[in-house]
């Protein structure tokens, strides 16, 4: 949605909110971070079949690293480029956790009346397009700073390595529906819930 008092073309996700859009093939989406340390859920769906969407499986596994940048493809469930990572100012996201949820808030932190987390509003700004709750797949989780043990397999999430202002731009190779946040987990986000800012081009 677009906001008053910013730069031409930018629009803001407010804290712990989401959004949904179309880009078409060949368009660039830039998210940015700007108060730093700010996580954003990203989801892709093949605009023309809904069935085809962003793959963590699938990305990783032709990746054979768990950490993506710039250069790298985010591949659907099969096996097509939906987004290249153009430019990268982080180095750091996740592609391994799923959205937040009230579940997450109730299981991992004790909340009596959770948020609905990413994963809600995720599924309330897709739902026009016709992407119900159980189609959102796991997202890729820009400036989330998920570290990894290797001996044990242990999974720490820290704060996100994002100063303010630094982006992330992914080009789209196909047609698609896109979802966005400003991710609603404290931990994910050193604490504090933080706008997100996009644009497309």
Do not use: W
């Amino acid at each position: 949605m677009p906001h008053d008092g910013l730069p031409a073309g930018i629009h803001e996700i407010p804290p712990r909110s989401g959004v949904a859009f179309t880009l078409e093939a060949g368009q660039v989406l830039t998210v940015i971070d700007p108060r730093g340390e700010q996580v954003a859920d990203l989801l892709a769906f093949n605009r023309h079949d809904l069935d085809e969407v962003i793959s963590s499986g699938r990305t990783l596994d032709y990746a054979s690293r768990l950490f993506l940048t710039t250069g790298d493809p985010l591949y659907s469930n099969r096996s097509n480029v939906m987004l290249r990572i153009v430019e990268d100012q982080v180095g750091r996201h996740d592609f391994l956790l799923t959205p937040c949820s009230a579940d997450t808030f109730r299981i991992i932190y004790g909340d009596t009346h959770p948020h609905r987390g990413c994963f809600g509003n995720l599924a309330d700004a897709l739902g026009p397009y016709g992407i119900g709750p159980d189609r959102i797949p796991i997202a890729f989780n820009v400036f989330m700073n998920v570290r990894v043990d290797g001996d044990t397999g242990a999974l720490t999430v820290a704060p996100p390595l994002s100063r303010a202002g630094d982006y992330v731009r992914f080009r789209a190779e196909q047609d698609l529906v896109v979802g966005l946040t400003a991710c609603s987990a404290l931990q994910s986000n050193n604490h504090s819930f933080k706008p997100i800012h996009y644009r497309i081009d």
